[in-house]
């Protein structure tokens, strides 16, 4: 729980995982519009926790590239659930149909997909 003691550290591993992102002015047009105080504070914990890394970004010099490390990609199957079950219990979920559908179908297959793509 020290963590993942709020939502935000969630919703920052989910960008990372399903939504593209790895820049921190990407995280800040989530439409949960976390506060700039509130995401340093989270990456740096998920960093100091070997959830997530950060690098220079090669294409630009002045920016850093955070990615999920393994320990931080092994969060998949938590994540899904999650996701599942949001979409189960939550009518307004954002969760999308064709993702809650392949998760339901065969999970085993789509977390081998996140995986990969992750690596």
Known sequence: MEIFGDRWALLIIRDL???GKSHYGEFLTSEEKIATN??????????????ISKKP?????????YQLTKKGADLAP?????IVW???YDKKTA????????????????LSQIKK???
């Not at 509130?38 to 959830?51: M, P, T, V, W």
């Open 17 to 19: 995982m399903f939504k």
């Open 38 to 51: 509130i995401l340093a504070d989270r990456l740096q914990i998920l960093e100091q926790n070997n959830i």
């Open 57 to 65: 970004d090669p294409a630009h010099g002045s920016k850093w590239l």
């Open 78 to 82: 938590l994540l899904v659930e999650i």
């Open 86 to 88: 949001s979409a189960k």
């Open 95 to 110: 969760a999308d149909k064709d993702f809650v559908a392949a998760a339901t179908a065969n999970r085993a297959e789509l």
């Open 117 to 119: 793509k992750l690596q």
